[in-house]
C-alpha cells in the first residue's frame, strides 16, 4: 500500500563533506496509554541510514538504492516500536549514493541534484486510538559525522576521531550543528520498493595475507565478490589505514587498471581507541585488497570481507561429476550476486556499474532459475517503463538512463531503439512469466513491450528487416579487435531482424495470455511477414545465413525463423563451424546463450558438450582454468600468460556471458517448464560429454522440482524425480518414449540409447 506523505523533504543546510547527520529529538504524547505500534516511512535523495535511539532500524544497506530518480522514488517502512522511548532521537545518516554520487565513465555526478536530502515520518500509534506523527521538517538539526567522502565508484574515507554517538541521544549539546530547509520535489514519485532491498549476505576471511614484490601488502579473499571489508583496529590517533580493490593480480601486484577513473579506495584515520570500520557508503568489486598503514603486522583474523547484493531467495541447483562445470556453475552464482545490487547491472567494480538492458536481457531465464528474482527485475522493469514512456517509446542502453545527462558519450551514437538491448522490456518480461507464471505482473509490463515493439516496426526498412541504424550486434566477438568489441563477424541486421521476429514471437504470447485477442492477430502477422523477409534476404538454399557464423545460426534456429529442412541444415553448418573453430567459442553477446540450444536441438548434442568443455581460449572453461571466481566479460579478460586484456573495457564479473547455465539446467540437470511458473514441466536430461552423473533442484511457485541421474559403466541411465504435488512432468529420456507422471518421487531406467525403448519406473 502506497503511504501517504505529511512530512517535507529537508536537506542540511550545510552539507557537511557529503554525509550530513539529521535529527529529530521529540517526546511521546501522554495520556493515551501504551504504544501499540510505529512505523518509520523513509527514503532520501542520496542514501540513508536511519536510527531510533542510536539503533539502526533495520540492516538494510545503500537504501533507497538506485531508480529513475525524475519519476520514482523509492521509500521503506520499518517497525521501529520496540526502539522508542519516552524522549526519542530520530536519526538520519546520508551519503551520496546514486544520486550525487558518480555514474558513467565521463567523470560527471550529481545528475540527479546537488543537494542530499531526507524525507521520514513516523506514525506512532497508543492504546486508546490516539496516534502521533513525527516527521522531517524545519525543526530538524543538521551536523557533520565521521565521513569526510564517499562515493560509489571512489570509496569512503572515516575519520574516528569525529565519531560520537551523541547525536542520537536526547539532550544532547551540538556545537556546529546547523538547520536544515525545505527541498521541493513531487509527492507522486514515492512508491514503496517492488522488490527486495540491499542486506550484508555474508562474510569471507582471508585465505592469504602476503608481501608483494613492490613491497605492498596484499590479501586475497579466494573469491570475486561485492562489498567492503570490515575491521577493529587499535592504533595511534591520526594513523590512516588505506584500502585499495581490485578483481585479480598483474605481475604479482594489485591489477587496477580495468577500473579505469574509479579509485575503489577507503581509508580510515584511527582515534586512538579501539575502532570498527564498515564503510557502508560504498561497494567495491574485488577479491584482493591492498592494505597500507596497518599498525603492526597485519593477519588475516584482522579482516573480513562483506559480502553485499540485493536480499534475493535462492531457488535453483546444479551439479555434475565435472569439477570444472561446477565452478563454472559456482561463477555465474557470484556473478548474479555481485551484479544484483538493486539494480542488474553489467559489472560492479569501475567506473560504470549501470543497468545496461543487453546483458539482462540475455541472462533472465538464468537468473530466474537460480534466484526468486520477481521482484527484483519488477522493480527494475519499472524504471524501465519510466524511461520508455518518456523517450517516445525508446528502451535506451542502461536503465536507469543517466547517459542521456552526460550528452550521451562521444563514442556512441544518438539513442535509438536496438537489438537484445531494447528488447530487454520484452525477453524479461517474458522470463519472469515462464519462470513464474505471475499473470498480474506481466500485465503490467505488457504496456512497454507493445510499446518497444511498435517503435522498432517502425524502423524496419522497405525489406521488413531491421537493417539500418547502430546496432550493438554480436556485440564482444572473441575474433573482433579489442579495442572495439563492435566488429562482429554476424551481420547487423541478421542479429537484429532475428531477434525483433523473438520479440514479436513473445509480444504475442502475452497478448494471448490476456486475451487481448486484435494484438494477437497483428503481432503475428508481423512476425511472419518479418520471418518471410528474413528467408528471402538472409537465407540461401540448405540453409546457409547471411554472415555464415556461429551466432547466425544459433538464432534462427532457436528463434524459429527457419523451416524445416533449412533449420536442419543451418543446425549442421553450425556444428561444422564449431568443429572448424576447434570448439573453442566464436560468439558474442547475441549467440552465446542460444548456441548450445542451436545445437542439441538441430541433433548436435555432442558437438554442445564439446563446446562447453572446451578449455582453451575463449571458452566458458578457460577463465576456469585461470582460477576465476566469476563470469568475465571478455573470452579472454586476462591472457594466458597472465596479464590483462589490453582492450580499455575488461572486467572481471560480468554475468552476461554466463547465459549457458540456462542450458546446464534445462539439459544436463534436466529441468526446463512445459507451461509457465512450472505448472507442467518437461523432465529431459540429455546425458554427454562424460558426465556420469548430474543432479538439480528448482523451487517453482508450486513447489520443488529435483533431478539426479547417473550413468554406470554398463551404459544404464539412472534418473530419480521429484515432483511436487499438483504438477504434471512429462519424462522424456534418451531412445525412449514419453511418460507422464504426477506429483512424488520416481525412479526411472534405461539401457543405453537405443532407438525406442519403454522406461521402467
Not at 525508446?394 to 536496438?418: A, I, R
Not at 554476424?490 to 504475442?508: I, K, P, S
Not at 548456441?595 to 582453451?616: F, K, N, P
Request: hydrophobic fraction near 40%; charge should be negative; proline fraction near 6%.
Amino acid at each position: 500500500m502506497t503511504h501517504t506523505w505529511s512530512a517535507d523533504l529537508i536537506a542540511p543546510d550545510q552539507d557537511f563533506d557529503g554525509a550530513p547527520l539529521l535529527r529529530k529529538e521529540f517526546e511521546l504524547d501522554t495520556g493515551h496509554g501504551a504504544v501499540t505500534s510505529a512505523t518509520l516511512h523513509v527514503t532520501a535523495h542520496g542514501i540513508v541510514e536511519p536510527t531510533v535511539n542510536g539503533a539502526l532500524v533495520s540492516d538494510e544497506v545503500l537504501t533507497p538504492g538506485w531508480s529513475s530518480y525524475e519519476w520514482r522514488l523509492r521509500y521503506r517502512t520499518y517497525d521501529v516500536a520496540d526502539l522508542l522511548a519516552e524522549t526519542s532521537v530520530l536519526g538520519l545518516a546520508l551519503g551520496n549514493g546514486w544520486f550525487r554520487g558518480r555514474l558513467g565513465w565521463s567523470g560527471k555526478g550529481a545528475f540527479y541534484g546537488s543537494e542530499l536530502a531526507a524525507l521520514a515520518e513516523l506514525h506512532v500509534e497508543f492504546e486508546d486510538g490516539h496516534r502521533q506523527v513525527v516527521g522531517t521538517d524545519g525543526t530538524w538539526q543538521a551536523g557533520p559525522s565521521s565521513t569526510l567522502a564517499n562515493d560509489l565508484y571512489d570509496g569512503q574515507t572515516v575519520d574516528a576521531r569525529r565519531a560520537s554517538d551523541g547525536w542520537t541521544q536526547a539532550g544532547a549539546d551540538l556545537p556546529g550543528w546547523v538547520g536544515v530547509h525545505p527541498v521541493d520535489h513531487d509527492a507522486r514519485r514515492l512508491v514503496p520498493y517492488l522488490g527486495p532491498p540491499v542486506r550484508r549476505q555474508e562474510t569471507l576471511r582471508p585465505v592469504r595475507v602476503w608481501t608483494s614484490p613492490s613491497g605492498a601488502t596484499l590479501v586475497d579473499f579466494g573469491q570475486n565478490l561485492v562489498g567492503w571489508l570490515r575491521f577493529t583496529v587499535r592504533g595511534e590517533a591520526g594513523t590512516e589505514i588505506t584500502i585499495r580493490h581490485a578483481e585479480v593480480l598483474e605481475h604479482d601486484e594489485l591489477g587496477t587498471r580495468p577500473l579505469r577513473t574509479a579509485k575503489a579506495t577507503d581509508r580510515f584515520v584511527l582515534s586512538g581507541e579501539v575502532d570498527t570500520f564498515e564503510p557502508t557508503k560504498t561497494f567495491h568489486g574485488f577479491r584482493y585488497a591492498e592494505v597500507t598503514g596497518w599498525p603492526g603486522e597485519l593477519a588475516a583474523d584482522d579482516l573480513e570481507a562483506v559480502v553485499v547484493h540485493s536480499d534475493l531467495h535462492r531457488t535453483g541447483g546444479f551439479e555434475c561429476s565435472d569439477e570444472m562445470l561446477n565452478q563454472l556453475h559456482r561463477n555465474v552464482v557470484w556473478g548474479l550476486k555481485g551484479n544484483f545490487l538493486d539494480v542488474p547491472t553489467d559489472c560492479p567494480q569501475r567506473d560504470e556499474r549501470l543497468g545496461w538492458t543487453g546483458d539482462i536481457a540475455a541472462f533472465a531465464p538464468t537468473a530466474a532459475y537460480l534466484y526468486d528474482v520477481s521482484g527484483f527485475l519488477s522493480d527494475w522493469l519499472a524504471d524501465v517503463d519510466l524511461e520508455q514512456r518518456h523517450a517516445d517509446g525508446m528502451v535506451p542502453f542502461v536503465v536507469p538512463d543517466v547517459l542521456k545527462y552526460d550528452d550521451h558519450p562521444s563514442d556512441f551514437p544518438e539513442p535509438e531503439s536496438t537489438a537484445i538491448w531494447s528488447d530487454a522490456a520484452v525477453w524479461v518480461p517474458w522470463a519472469l512469466w515462464q519462470a513464474y507464471g505471475d499473470r498480474e505482473a506481466l500485465e503490467r509490463h505488457y504496456p512497454a513491450m507493445t510499446a518497444h515493439t511498435r517503435r522498432v516496426e517502425g524502423l524496419l526498412s522497405d525489406t521488413g528487416l531491421w537493417d539500418t541504424g547502430f546496432q550493438f550486434g554480436d556485440w564482444l566477438d572473441p575474433q573482433a579487435p579489442p579495442d572495439d568489441p563492435i566488429k562482429a563477424k554476424a551481420d547487423n541486421g541478421v542479429v537484429a531482424t532475428a531477434c525483433y521476429h523473438r520479440t514479436l514471437r513473445q509480444v504475442a504470447g502475452a497478448a494471448e495470455v490476456l486475451g487481448n485477442t486484435e494484438d494477437v492477430g497483428y503481432f503475428s502477422a508481423l512476425a511472419d511477414r518479418v520471418r518471410g523477409a528474413f528467408q528471402k534476404h538472409y537465407v540461401a538454399e540448405g540453409g546457409r545465413v547471411q554472415s555464415d557464423c556461429a551466432t547466425v545460426y544459433a538464432l534462427a534456429v532457436e528463434f524459429g525463423l527457419l523451416d524445416e529442412a533449412d533449420r536442419q541444415g543451418a543446425g549442421d553448418r553450425l556444428a561444422e563451424l564449431v568443429r572448424e573453430n576447434g570448439f573453442r567459442v566464436s560468439t558474442g553477446f547475441a549467440g552465446t546463450p542460444f548456441i548450445t540450444g542451436a545445437l542439441s536441438a538441430t541433433g548436435h548434442l555432442d558437438d554442445a558438450y564439446r563446446l562447453l568443455l572446451e578449455r582453451e581460449c575463449p571458452s566458458w572453461l578457460y577463465p576456469v582454468t585461470m582460477g576465476a571466481t566469476t563470469v568475465w566479460e571478455r573470452w579472454d579478460s586476462m591472457l594466458p600468460d597472465g596479464t590483462i586484456n589490453p582492450g580499455e573495457m575488461t572486467s572481471f564479473n560480468h554475468y552476461a556471458l554466463g547465459a549457458v547455465a540456462d542450458w546446464m539446467h534445462q539439459t544436463i540437470g534436466g529441468i526446463a517448464p512445459l507451461a509457465p511458473g512450472y505448472s507442467r514441466a518437461l523432465i529431459a536430461p540429455r546425458p554427454g560429454g562424460g558426465l556420469s552423473w548430474a543432479r538439480a533442484s528448482l523451487e517453482t511457485p508450486h513447489g520443488t522440482i529435483a533431478t539426479d541421474w547417473s550413468v554406470s559403466g554398463e551404459g544404464l541411465l539412472s534418473l530419480r524425480v521429484e515432483v511436487p504435488d499438483g504438477v504434471d512432468a512429462v519424462v522424456r529420456l534418451p531412445g525412449a518414449e514419453d511418460v507422464e507422471v504426477a506429483g512424488g518421487s520416481h525412479h526411472f531406467t534405461t539401457q543405453g540409447v537405443p532407438s525406442t525403448r519403454r522406461l521402467v519406473e
